[in-house]
T-cell receptor
Framework: GQQLNQSPQSMFIQEGEDVSMNCTSS?????WLWYKQDPGEGPVLLIA?????ELTSNGRLTAQFGITRKDSFLNISASIPSDVGIYFC????????????????FGQGTILTVHP | DAGVTQSPTHLIKTRGQQVTLRCSPK?????VSWYQQALGQGPQFIFQ???????QRGNFPDRFSGHQFPNYSSELNVNALLLGDSALYLC??????????????FGPGTRLTVL
């Protein structure tokens, strides 16, 4: 099946620093999504990307859909303690449900720790 | 307006038993997807329900089955439980055709432990 390689696996940063994480795939995706998961909670959607080359921001978060449709990155600027959590990328392959959030493939997650 | 709710929160079963997990989607949503998240891993897609039919399925055996009711709520059933079925089971709801302002929402999950 399709695999998503997410890196880095973990990050330890100081408050105020910028963060960058990325996902790559051996196959193309029609949609890229970025989620954050806190302990004991389900993932929360941060940013959705629908077109190759698309660059989208949500507050201090910026994500891009790679031109090849096989990669995406997420940047967090000026990190704060509440950014702590696990970040997941997810992709929807072609034919997996059209515009619905169907059959998503998730990366392994990036654990972010922010030191005050 | 309640978001996605799941029950129970935690469950302990023994090998060979059967389990039923329940999900109520966000108000107004018609599509429910189920995911299995093993410890330290990303969620894995099990299947998706729309209009009481299984619309898509991931690479899970037939021991995993589901149902969607006319009120859009859903159940996940797992038969003949194995130790490897221990995981957090997540339910996600959305509209079949979501908008940029109404996307997909996950519930808090059910933690299943198989002994």
């Amino acid at each position: 099946g399709q695999q998503l390689n997410q890196s880095p696996q973990s990050m330890f940063i100081q408050e105020g620093e910028d963060v960058s994480m990325n996902c790559t795939s051996s196959s193309i995706f029609n949609t890229w999504l970025w989620y954050k998961q806190d302990p004991g909670e389900g993932p929360v959607l941060l940013i959705a990307l629908y077109k190759a080359g698309e660059l989208t921001s949500n507050g201090r978060l910026t994500a891009q859909f790679g031109i090849t449709r096989k990669d995406s990155f997420l940047n967090i600027s000026a990190s704060i303690p509440s950014d702590v959590g696990i970040y997941f990328c997810a992709g929807q392959p072609p034919g997996a449900g059209g515009t619905s959030y169907g059959k998503l493939t998730f990366g392994q997650g990036t654990i972010l720790t922010v030191h005050p | 307006d309640a978001g996605v709710t799941q029950s129970p929160t935690h469950l302990i079963k023994t090998r060979g038993q059967q389990v039923t997990l329940r999900c109520s989607p966000k108000s107004g949503h018609d599509t429910v997807s189920w995911y299995q998240q093993a410890l330290g891993q990303g969620p894995q897609f099990i299947f998706q329900y729309y209009e009481e039919e299984e619309r898509q399925r991931g690479n899970f055996p037939d021991r995993f089955s589901g149902h969607q009711f006319p009120n859009y709520s859903s159940e996940l059933n797992v038969n003949a439980l194995l130790l490897g079925d221990s995981a957090l089971y997540l339910c996600a709801s959305s509209l079949l055709v979501p908008s940029s302002t109404d996307t997909q929402y996950f519930g808090p999950g059910t933690r299943l432990t198989v002994l």
